[in-house]
């Protein structure tokens, strides 16, 4: 059974650079499918950020292009997430996933918390 | 502003049916066959309930089905038990490997 594991800073400072790692076990990354980052504003709803694929090309949320990168390390079984010049609505409970296909998340990440302040 | 829309809450008692409604459009939810439906208890990751508009993961009750019309989905709660209050977002795929969200839906089991 996959399972994911986001891990990273849990605050960052305005106009610096948010970055996460997903580690999956379970589930070789270079078998295929599609990883993708997901993020909840507290007490808001879901954003889909971004999605990459196994061999390397990646989708980005409109709104969020120019600041996102999205890269993938299958020698670690891991994916990653970079978010530049942050500001405080940027801070949310960031998800990692699992995009079956690349239609649906269906496995996620417990979720972890970035807090955007100085 | 969510890309899908749902509307804030829905509430039924125990036993009782509860369907919400999830509204996008042809580049979405009317042009794909990949609308899923997630529940999330507080503190807690999404966890998929439907997918593919009507399939049902391994583990997840027969009370909860999935249809679509046109550029509308819905998912319905049967039965509605306790343990069934959370909330619930729909999301679909909207063509070259992006995915849009609904708001989400707080059901209440009154």
Redesign the interface.
Same mark, same amino acid.
């Given at each position: 059974q996959v399972q994911l594991q986001e891990s990273g800073p849990g605050l960052v400072r305005p106009s610096e650079t948010l970055s996460l790692t997903c580690s999956v076990t379970g589930y070789s990354i270079s078998s295929g499918n599609y990883w993708g980052w997901l993020r909840q504003p507290p007490g808001k709803g879901l954003e889909w950020i971004g999605t990459i694929y196994h061999g390397g090309s990646a989708s980005h949320n409109p709104s969020l292009k120019s600041r996102l990168t999205i890269s993938l390390d299958a020698s670690k079984n891991q994916f990653s997430l970079r978010l530049s010049s942050v500001t405080a609505a940027d801070t949310a409970v960031y998800y990692c996933a699992r995009v079956w296909g690349a239609y649906y998340p269906d496995s996620w990440g417990q979720g972890t918390l970035v807090a955007v302040s100085s | 502003q /969510?890309a899908l829309t749902q509307p804030p809450s829905a509430s039924g008692s125990p036993g009782q049916s509860v369907t919400i409604s999830c509204t996008g459009t042809s580049s979405d939810v009317g042009g #794909?066959k &990949?609308v /899923?439906w &997630?529940q999330q208890n507080p503190g @807690?990751?999404?966890?998929?309930m439907i #997918?593919?508009v009507s399939k049902r993961?391994s583990g997840v009750p027969d009370r909860f089905s999935g249809s679509k019309s046109g550029n509308t989905a819905s998912l319905t709660v049967s039965g509605l038990q306790a343990e069934d209050e959370a909330d619930y #977002?729909c999301?679909s &795929?909207a063509g /070259?490997? @992006? +995915? +849009?969200? %609904? %708001? %989400?839906t707080k059901l209440t089991v009154l």
């Open positions: - | /969510s #794909y &990949y /899923s &997630y @807690k990751a999404p966890k998929l #997918y593919e993961p #977002y999301s &795929y /070259s490997n @992006k +995915v +849009v969200f %609904g %708001g %989400g």
